[in-house]
């Protein structure tokens, strides 16, 4: 059944019972971690796979760091979920742009709206250079939320805009564009 969160659990655990090594079940164990607001267990996952894997915390593909990072925040250690997302920044621009849109997320989160203005901006500079739209949309939908509440309407605006223009013709994944939806709805556009 599609959506079957503790059946995949209880999959990759199988798995893990017979090769308690396997870095993919550990990850994928950690993503449903994740989904499941059970951030100790995803850590937990997370860390086990490292062991055998260093890499793994640090792929851009399927989220990793960003749930690594945010599961430890949620534990309550925002010093080390920082560290986990500056880990992104020196690997190339795929992973800078992932860590700097994760370090704005946090900046968010403890308020600090002009350091994470900064740093989407850096994140949006690398996805349009390297041709990545689903990636460029999300950070500005993100710097528009991230105007918007420091009172800078037009800018937000703008960022609304073009995001907009951004997904027009391209097949986005649809809660993205929920996203910008209820980024419009926000500036009372909807």
């Known amino acids: 059944e599609q959506g079957d969160k503790a059946g995949a659990l209880a999959a990759f655990q199988r798995v893990l019972e017979i090769d308690p090594h396997e870095t993919s079940s550990l990850v994928n164990s ?13 850590v937990a996952a997370l860390d086990r796979a490292a062991v055998d894997d260093s890499a793994v915390l640090t792929r851009v593909s399927g989220d990793v760091n960003r749930i690594y990072g945010f599961s430890l925040l949620r534990l309550g250690d925002s010093a080390a979920a920082r ?3 500056e880990r992104m920044l020196p690997l190339g621009s795929a992973a800078r742009a992932s860590g700097l849109r994760s ?12 350091s994470a203005i900064q740093h989407l901006n850096e994140a949006i500079a690398i996805t349009a250079r ?8 999300r950070n500005r939908l993100y710097l528009a939320a991230a105007y918007r509440t420091k009172g800078r309407a037009q800018a937000a605006d703008r960022e609304l805009r073009t995001a907009d223009g951004l997904q027009r013709g391209r097949r986005f994944p649809v809660t993205w564009l929920g996203f910008l939806s209820l980024q419009y709805a926000r500036a009372g556009y909807l």
Request: hydrophobic residues 45%; negative net charge.
């Open 30 to 42: 950690a993503v449903i971690y994740d989904l499941l607001g059970r951030p100790r267990d995803a």
């Open 130 to 137: 390297t041709g990545a739209p689903v990636s460029e949309y």
């Open 83 to 85: 560290e986990a997302f």
């Open 103 to 114: 370090l704005a997320l946090e900046d968010m989160y403890f308020g600090r709206y002009a």
